[in-house]
């Protein structure tokens, strides 16, 4: 049994690097597993859906804890499974009071610019000036509401999740505010992002996943990120080759479309080539993503630290696609009645592919304080299923 | 006395250790492992099942918990209201009956939310909302109807009067007590037709007014104005909110369903309507003593027009014309003479 930890990470120059890690096969590691089955999920899914139904709703709470238990129980480490203690009541009073202060807000600034329109009818410049101002105002109001949300709902669902009967944690009471900026920054550059072509993004995405790993805590012990800016700049522009084939392969259809697109004999061959051109696009686009997100996973938890236990993800571009585009066949030929076997198969296929080691070490954390955050923000959106869909390290 | 092991986590440290459970017949139940004795009332402690296959776990006051390797203990908690109402999720969650159960409480919730609940909701909606907002509604969608669809009539001025006329005939008319406005329109896309938009605005195409004699235009002019006066266009829109909110409900799983039993759904509203419009056509034929043939000729010659469709009527918005005669023609036999 290994002595319990203190709540620091281990020394600084054990930073692990190179992807084909062989160390892993040595050191006494452990793998996640996934015992979930799709027979028995397909009828939780299938009792939740019902009860939604017949209860107009009020029961989605329910339903999604429920769900969530399920998967996080079906988790595995060691033997032992995730917990995830929640109280759906508490969500849906959530859901009304945020869902009913999201809406006033909605209306007054709907009614603001509605009445600042109708007051200045025949339209100035300074009634456009105005208008924007009121846009400009409601936007920054929902900015700065969302990233509070998200942040609240981060800290609950960590706060909520544990493991051997230790709490997880997100940042600290204190610590909310800074959270706070830090989740408007975060969200502010995402946006500026937009104009820099991307440029920026691999420095959002590296940003972003800092954030949320290096205020995470088990117990006592918080995790650490070791990635730099530029390793995701580097797996961003090993992957930019796919992403320009994407972009360029309707490129020699447009190119010819505009060259001989008069000629009436030209154009039916031309548009069926645009059309091969723009399936050759969106399939190298699935590869770029497939490709993008396996390498980021595999980044990501090798530069996780968390106490003296190091992660190694084995996840492939390859398998990655082949899941997806079954996925998607599969979802659609069943008109979407094989949703429960493809969220228990990705489930399986992206938890079992990550190693935990050294499995001895399980044992020895320390509990922290435990804290009460409110259930507000999670009964309003499940905000950080939705925007950090791209990462599964919410665990 | 009933006993189980399991795996003792205290809450303060990851670590794990092997127990057994003690439940003594005086109300108390006793731990024992490695360096551990403790001693707890029955009533204190709670039981917590995940959904699924898993480990139930015991929770103690303190925040200690056991991962129960057995169900040997789980007879004592029965019969708390917790656990029972716990017990009845996981019973539909997992036994066969419990399947079954969902299944049919799903399938008779969405029926009677689709057939009874969002009509009910569309009309007290519809009926709420003032006529002038309404034609606003309308000639809003007017105007974007005319920069898509529609091109301006090219019938003489002569024609128009006409049509004017046929309108006046339905228009003072009890049930439908509303203005009505006529809008004349020439539409290539949409060929001989006529719409019913909210607010008793009515477009009819050049095509259909070149193809119908008095009767017929005046049997569709009432069948839109029986769209109008039960308020069709507008019970459409929130019967369509409602039926996207009610789609919402089933998450993301099932996208490709969802669009699918909507259209389904929509259409079979949209047939219901189309034949209370149809009664509307035939009664006001009725009142101006003209024969219902003049409805059911302009139905053939506009099915001719479009040619017949070999659809089978879910996927139609409007029933067949032989169903549509049918019905309009038992409507009439209800009617007083
Ligand atoms: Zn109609």
Redesign the interface.
């Known amino acids: 049994m290994a002595a319990p930890h203190d709540g620091h990470p281990a020394g600084e120059g054990t930073t692990s690097t190179g992807e084909s890690d062989d160390p892993w096969r040595d050191l006494q590691s452990t793998p996640l597993s996934f015992s979930g089955r799709t027979g028995e999920y397909f009828q939780i899914w299938l009792a939740n859906l019902a009860l939604v139904v017949a209860t107009c709703g009020l029961y989605t709470p329910w339903a999604r804890v429920r769900s969530r238990q399920y998967f996080f129980a079906q988790t595995r480490l060691g033997g032992t499974g995730f917990e995830y203690r929640v109280n759906p009541r508490a969500l849906l009073v959530g859901w009304f009071v945020i869902g009913i202060g999201l809406s006033l807000i909605g209306t007054f600034s709907d009614l603001l610019a509605s009445a600042l329109a109708s007051a200045f009818l025949p339209m100035g410049r300074r009634e456009w000036l105005a208008i924007l101002l009121s846009l400009t105002l409601g936007l920054v109001l929902q900015w700065l509401i969302l990233s509070w949300l998200l942040v609240q709902s981060m800290r609950y669902n960590a706060s909520r999740t544990l493991f051997r009967n230790l709490h997880f944690g997100f940042g600290s009471q204190p610590e909310q505010r800074s959270l706070w900026r830090e989740m408007l920054r975060l969200i502010a550059l995402a946006v500026l992002a937009i104009p820099s072509f991307g440029l920026l993004w691999p420095y959002v995405a590296w940003r972003w996943r800092r954030f949320q790993i290096r205020h995470r805590r088990f117990g006592a012990t918080p995790f650490t990120f070791t990635a730099t800016p530029a390793d995701y700049r580097r797996l961003h522009l090993r992957a930019l080759p796919l992403l320009l084939l994407s972009l360029g392969s309707p490129a020699p259809a447009i190119g010819l479309l505009v060259a001989y697109g008069d000629q009436q004999a030209w154009l039916a061959p031309l548009v069926l080539l645009l059309l091969l051109g723009i399936m050759m696009a969106f399939l190298f686009g699935v590869v770029w993503s497939c490709w993008l997100e396996a390498a980021a996973a595999r980044l990501t938890w090798r530069s996780i630290h968390l106490g003296p236990l190091r992660f190694h993800c084995t996840w492939t571009a390859a398998e990655l696609l082949a899941l997806r585009l079954t996925n998607n066949a599969v979802l659609l030929f069943s008109l979407g009645l094989a949703w429960p076997w493809v969220r228990i198969r990705s489930s399986r296929y992206r938890l079992e592919r990550i190693l935990i080691s050294p499995a001895g070490a399980l044992e020895g954390f320390l509990g922290g304080e435990r804290e009460q955050v409110s259930a507000l923000a999670e009964g309003a959106f499940s905000l950080e299923d939705s925007l950090a869909g791209v990462i599964d390290i919410s665990f | 006395m009933l006993h189980s092991s399991g ?1 003792y ?8 250790v092997p127990v057994q459970v003690v439940a003594q017949g005086d109300g108390r139940v006793v731990l024992r492992g490695e360096g551990l004795e403790r001693d707890e009332a029955l009533a204190d402690l709670r039981l ?1 099942q ?6 139930p ?1 015991l929770h103690w006051p303190d ?3 056991v ?1 129960l390797a057995d169900p040997q203990l789980l007879p004592l908690f029965a019969n708390r209201s917790a656990t029972r109402i716990q017990g009845a ?1 996981q019973w ?3 036994h066969p009956a ?2 079954v159960a ?2 049919l ?2 399938i ?3 029926t009677g ?1 689709v057939v009874v609940g969002l009509p009910l909701l569309a009309a007290g909606v519809s009926a709420a909302v003032p006529l002038s907002l309404e034609r606003k509604l309308g000639t809003t969608v007017l105007a974007e109807l005319d920069k898509t669809l529609l091109q301006p009539s090219q019938l003489p001025p002569a024609t128009r009067m006409r049509l004017q006329g046929l309108l006046k005939k339905i228009q003072p008319l009890p049930p439908s007590r509303r203005s009505l406005e006529l809008q004349l329109r020439r539409s290539s896309l949409l060929g001989a037709n006529a719409l019913c938009l909210p607010g008793g605005v009515l477009v009819v195409t050049d095509g259909l007014v070149r193809l119908g004699s008095d009767d017929e235009l005046l049997a569709v002019l009432a069948h839109e104005a029986g769209h109008d006066h039960h308020r069709h266009p507008l019970q459409m829109l929130v019967r369509g909110q409602g039926l996207a909110l ?1 789609a919402g ?2 998450g ?7 669009g ?1 039993s909507q259209t389904l759904v929509r259409n079979a509203y949209s047939r219901r309507f189309e034949l209370e419009a149809d009664r509307e056509a035939v009664a006001t034929l009725r009142r101006w003593n003209r024969p219902p043939e003049a409805f059911f000729s302009i139905l053939d010659k506009l099915e001719r027009e479009r040619g017949a469709t070999k659809l089978p009527s879910i996927l139609l918005t409007h029933p067949s014309n032989q169903e549509r005669e049918a019905r309009a023609r038992a409507g009439l036999r209800s009617l007083p003479p």
């Open positions: 795996t986590y205290d809450g303060n440290t990851s670590r794990g917590e995940p959904p699924g296959h898993a480990q776990c925040g200690g918990m991962e999720l539909t969650e997992r419990g399947l969902a299944l409480l799903g008779a919730s969405l939310l009610v409900l089933f993301d799983g099932g996208k490709a369903l969802q699918l």
